[in-house]
């Protein structure tokens, strides 16, 4: 079994490669074992680089408390979620250089705040030894119980916080989660400025005057985006598909922002841009540890290696209350491929919403499926347990 799946191996017919299979999965291990010396050798270097850069060892250290503090915000880095994280367990990666799950959390909250929604859910499949990125987006109103309540998923975040909503992927998945990352749709403004703003070929015309003030409108093409228009750009949901879109244009976004990371080796970049969003992000990683990790990344293809994808699944009204119902068993072929380390974009094809992400992406989203129609017939199953939570 592999140490980042607690279901059973199936036929998904992934081409993934052979050292990923769960058969070889303990030669893999072994291998990656040998390489441990490596990353440690390499985090250590960068910890003196940043060292240096910042002045000398009391001020690094100085430095180094103040951006750990306040990226380990205590009102969501909590003992339940440090818990719930696969680095407490015998799931956690081999090796820290093993291939390893981040639950990536937008929300709607601002400095201070500590009622706030999970808007953007996003599960990553970071691979280090190849420079390979897996991001599946989760539908913020799939549909799922907890603790014996029918709900969306994203209120889960609003009864348990962060750890319930690492419990609840992690369950609904099949993976374990090493890490959790949350950044306030005000700090993605930040981070994308601190950037310099990131380039994306917007695929479309957009415009919401109803929900934005500042940004209102995108033009289609390729354009540097602003924070501001950033924001914009991942938070409108005014198309044909609403949502679907939305988190596509999220992992566009992502991509293009990851590119752009790992196009320099300069680590100052790096130490910078950390630097400038402690206030904004919340993570349990080290300083260390994101420094290493994007040293590591540099030269990725982005292009090629960060594959995209989003959880099988078709909107659906139970009870008055308007969710998104996924495939569950869809799902669990695609983390399979995912956890293989394989691209698991072409199993959303036929799906509800889906387009074709590449460059000549389109936002035209097609009718539901056969598939869909098969989640359909899992939400009149679920509806018959009773939906405590409003109405929305």
């Known amino acids: 079994m ?167 992927v992690s369950e609904k998945c099949g993976v374990r989660i090493s890490h959790y990352a949350e950044i306030a749709f005000d700090g993605l403004s930040t981070l994308t400025d601190a950037m310099g703003g990131v380039t994306v070929d917007v695929d479309q015309h957009m415009r919401d005057t109803e929900n934005f003030d500042d940004v209102t409108e995108l033009d289609p093409g390729v354009q540097t985006l602003n924070g501001a228009q950033a924001l914009f750009y991942c938070r409108c949901r005014h198309f044909p598909d609403g949502d679907y879109t939305r988190m596509r244009h999220q992992r566009t976004f992502i991509k293009a922002m990851l590119s752009q990371l790992m196009a320099t080796n300069d680590p100052t970049r790096i130490v910078g841009l950390v630097d400038a969003t402690a206030d904004v992000i919340s993570t349990d990683l080290s300083v260390p540890d994101i420094v290493a990790l994007a040293s590591e990344m540099v030269g990725m293809d982005a292009e090629n290696d960060i594959y995209t994808a989003y959880v099988p699944s078709v909107p659906q009204d139970v009870d008055g209350v308007s969710y998104v119902v996924a495939n569950w068993d869809a799902l669990g072929e695609m983390v399979r491929v995912i956890d293989a380390g394989g691209d698991p974009s072409s199993l959303d094809v036929d799906q509800y919403g889906y387009v074709d992400e590449g460059p000549s992406a389109t936002s035209a989203a097609s009718e539901p499926t056969s598939a869909a129609a098969a989640s359909s017939q899992s939400a009149e199953s679920a509806a018959s347990t009773p939906a405590s939570v409003p109405k929305s």
Not at 14 to 42: L, M, P, Q, T
Not at 71 to 99: C, F, K, Y
């Open 2 to 168: 592999s140490k980042h799946m607690r279901t059973e191996a199936g036929g998904s017919g992934a081409k993934a490669s052979d050292e990923y299979s769960r058969d070889n999965v303990e030669r893999y291990s072994r291998k990656r074992r040998k390489h441990g010396i490596f990353k440690g050798v390499v985090r250590g270097a960068i910890i003196a680089l940043v060292a240096i850069l910042v002045g000398g060892g009391t001020a690094f250290a100085l430095w180094i408390n103040s951006v750990q503090t306040r990226m380990n915000n205590r009102q969501v880095i909590t003992p339940e979620l440090q818990q719930s994280l696969a680095g407490t367990t015998d799931d956690a990666p081999a090796t820290p250089n093993d291939p390893y799950y981040v639950l990536l959390l937008g929300t709607d909250g601002r400095p201070g705040e500590t009622d706030y929604r999970a808007d953007t859910i996003i599960l990553a499949r970071i691979d280090p030894p190849n420079k390979r990125v897996a991001l599946l987006s989760i539908p913020r109103d799939t549909m799922v119980t907890w603790k014996g309540t029918t709900m969306k998923i994203n209120g889960v975040h609003t009864y348990d916080g962060a750890a319930g909503m690492v419990q609840i």
